[in-house]
């Protein structure tokens, strides 16, 4: 058993090989708050998600996947906004102080800092059932946020990379697949936050979400905030691969538009810059597919009649 | 029963009497994360702390108390450094969408907002044991915050206000008080963060700290990031009026020294600036008292023999 205080110098301290010179870190851990130099004519780009054990990753996962999947969750948000990051902070409740446990997500949590170029400046640690709140802050500059208003009728509806895969994993596991390395699994517990990508996209992207509620919902959140509508081309959604084989073609589908948890990036795009980004994205080996269009009106047209909407909290069952 | 976008729409959102063009606010709520202009010059402050209910306040606190102590908590850290606060991020985690909790919570974390001028700026709502985790951003002229590793021999130690008050009022609530008016109880669940405070204290205290684990350890925290020692003299300690009637003359010493919550701040000054602090706060109605010194060395001299030596998570009981 270890108090708080010893948890927190040993494993949630900031890394040493994200602190350097150009880390914006004036004063990290160790005092009542972090101090930070931000960027001159940098806008902040600001967002927090928690991740309950049950209901956001299972309470047998590997505690390095934990770690790896709170923080990237979070950075997915400023992925979608086209940020790059550069600190967070964490918030730590734990039913005790297990200290294996920690160090185990702490070797998670810390890879994807050093991946990502994040540096952990901060947080706390208390009694609880287990969860983790993670801060995550960028900057882009100003005016040039990929926000969820810019969709225009007439622009191309995209999405990167490959959907389903949160829903597919998370299926797999409950099965009682354990292969971290197997790629469905992989999307569902370590999935890869597309931050190069939302950078390549700002001034390419007219709007950007990425798909953690589902894509119907993030869509319909995308279409809210623009004031228009869309039609899908539900043929044309990219389905990860073997998502068909593991679930069978109804529920891959509905993995791929209702799921959520997938962190790729809903974005539009005029039609002049669509192959611009397609080609942006190749030099990263992502794919970017065209999935619909956007039009006036309002809603999405080109859903299959009997496809779930998405997931809320509350009003769904637990995932 | 409400979703989980209806509740932050309702009662989440940002508060428009916040949201003036001074707040710096570019884009708030509603998209992925939000879009903050730092102010040119200034370093960033920021923290983050958690509320777990039967841990950090009790199931049956009224839940507009929940709601300005959860804020008033992570403030008083930016208090501690000086800093002005600007923004928050709330990550709320309940065990049903209860409205009416939701509504009442909200009230009081939106009026401690307007009264600190700070503007909630994000968050997420998910299903989970109730807590409260609230991140904090304030800004300070970059050099000027108040560290912890400021301590130099020959100052004068120092605390605003009153101490025992954390203590003193979870003794009254477990005792049945519940009127919020009394002293004590309100210390307790309506601490005020001594932010106007940690700002005049600016280019005057040499290192800082709020008193939220307990004095002593508090006071240990500044001496190992200072490399001092300091002598406490116990019967200066300013004591919260009505605090040994309540719980007799070595409870409330305990309180006064290990029971923390207390939210005030903990000073070191050189002999010349603590007049000139005094006065500062008195401007504001608030005492500066001294309560011991700064010498070489290391640990606390004056302790009584059989004090206790203040909380941390995961070795003491429940508070």
Same mark, same amino acid.
């Given at each position: 058993?270890?108090?708080?205080?010893?948890?927190?110098?040993?494993?949630?301290?900031?890394?040493?090989?994200?602190?350097?010179?150009?880390? $914006?870190? !004036?004063?990290?851990?160790?005092?009542?708050? /972090?101090?930070?130099?931000?960027?001159?004519? *940098? *806008?902040?780009?600001?967002?927090?998600?928690?991740?309950?054990?049950?209901?956001?990753?299972?309470?047998?996962?590997?505690?390095?996947?934990?770690?790896?999947?709170?923080?990237?969750?979070?950075?997915?948000?400023?992925?979608?906004?086209?940020?790059?990051?550069?600190?967070?902070?964490?918030? #730590?409740?734990?039913?005790?102080?297990?200290?294996?446990?920690?160090?185990?997500?702490?070797?998670?949590?810390? @890879?994807? /800092?050093?991946?990502?170029?994040? /540096?952990?400046? $901060?947080?706390?640690? +208390?009694?609880?059932?287990? @969860?983790?709140?993670? +801060?995550?802050?960028?900057?882009?500059?100003?005016?040039?946020? #990929?926000?969820?208003?810019?969709?225009? =009728?007439?622009?191309?509806? !995209?999405? +990167?990379?490959?959907?389903?895969?949160?829903?597919?994993?998370?299926?797999?596991? *409950?099965?009682?697949?354990?292969?971290?390395?197997?790629?469905?699994?992989?999307?569902?517990?370590?999935?890869?936050?597309?931050?190069?990508?939302?950078?390549?996209?700002?001034?390419?992207?007219?709007?950007?979400?990425?798909?953690?509620?589902?894509?119907?919902?993030?869509?319909?959140?995308?279409?809210?905030?623009?004031?228009?509508?869309?039609?899908?081309?539900?043929? /044309?959604? =990219?389905?990860?691969?073997?998502?068909?084989?593991?679930?069978?073609?109804?529920?891959?589908?509905? !993995?791929?538009?209702?799921?959520?948890?997938?962190?790729?990036?809903?974005?539009?795009?005029?039609?002049?810059?669509?192959?611009?980004?397609?080609?942006?994205?190749?030099?990263?080996?992502?794919?970017? +597919?065209?999935?619909?269009?956007?039009?006036?009106?309002?809603?999405?047209?080109?859903? =299959? =009649?009997? !496809?779930?909407?998405?997931? *809320?909290?509350?009003?769904?069952?637990?995932?």
């Amino acid at each position: 058993m270890h108090g708080e205080f010893e948890l927190i110098t040993r494993w949630l301290a900031p890394d040493a090989a994200t602190l350097g010179p150009q880390s $914006g870190v !004036a004063l990290g851990a160790g005092d009542d708050a /972090c101090l930070l130099d931000p960027g001159a004519g *940098q *806008q902040l780009v600001v967002s927090v998600d928690t991740s309950v054990e049950g209901r956001h990753f299972p309470a047998d996962a590997p505690a390095w996947a934990v770690g790896h999947r709170a923080l990237a969750v979070s950075l997915s948000d400023l992925a979608a906004m086209g940020a790059r990051p550069r600190w967070c902070l964490m918030s #730590l409740a734990l039913p005790t102080a297990d200290g294996a446990w920690v160090a185990e997500f702490s070797r998670g949590f810390h @890879a994807l /800092c050093r991946a990502t170029d994040v /540096c952990l400046t $901060g947080g706390d640690v +208390t009694t609880g059932e287990r @969860a983790v709140s993670v +801060t995550v802050m960028g900057e882009i500059a100003a005016g040039q946020a #990929l926000r969820r208003d810019g969709a225009r =009728p007439g622009d191309v509806l !995209a999405v +990167t990379g490959a959907l389903g895969g949160g829903a597919g994993g998370l299926a797999r596991w *409950q099965a009682g697949e354990r292969d971290l390395e197997r790629e469905l699994l992989a999307r569902y517990l370590l999935p890869q936050p597309r931050l190069v990508a939302g950078q390549l996209l700002v001034g390419k992207a007219t709007a950007a979400i990425d798909v953690s509620d589902g894509l119907l919902a993030d869509l319909g959140h995308v279409l809210d905030a623009s004031g228009v509508g869309a039609t899908l081309d539900v043929e /044309c959604l =990219p389905l990860v691969p073997g998502l068909t084989d593991a679930l069978g073609e109804t529920a891959a589908l509905d !993995a791929a538009l209702a799921g959520g948890d997938d962190y790729e990036l809903l974005v539009t795009l005029a039609p002049e810059s669509f192959d611009e980004a397609r080609r942006a994205l190749a030099s990263i080996d992502l794919e970017l +597919t065209q999935i619909g269009h956007i039009h006036e009106g309002q809603g999405i047209q080109g859903i =299959p =009649p009997d !496809a779930r909407r998405g997931w *809320q909290h509350f009003s769904g069952g637990t995932p």
